[in-house]
């Protein structure tokens, strides 16, 4: 099995869980994209200075993982962006009232979610050929 999709067969919950925060934020990102450069400018300087502080809080002296790291700093971004573009969008906490948004965020997180059923099942299948 390709390298990628042995990592999404491995994914705990938590992370299946990550991932369809970051397919939320994406659709959101895509339908209510602003081009405003003091928006991503200020939501990059959150970044910084949050996933700094956030960076600090999790330093065990050891050496953080790269992904770990990248959340640290992308999910002030994404928090602080995300609350800039549904600003005035009539969203109900972090739900579109506009259907097809909001289908296209709960479509794209059961997508992915049945995709890393199948990289399981094929991990699955996999392993039992192996051990025949």
Known sequence: MPMLLHYFAALPRGKVVLWCYLIWYLVTAITLFEPSPSLWLSSAG????????LRLSVDRGAATDRWQLFRLY???FAVSSFSSMIKGQSYFLVFPRR??????????????????????RLESMRLRRGAT
């Open 46 to 53: 959150i970044s910084l200075v949050i996933g700094y502080a």
């Open 74 to 76: 992308f999910m002030p």
């Open 99 to 120: 259907l097809p948004v909001l289908a296209a965020s709960i479509g794209g997180c059961l997508a992915f979610v049945a995709f890393v059923g199948l990289c399981r």
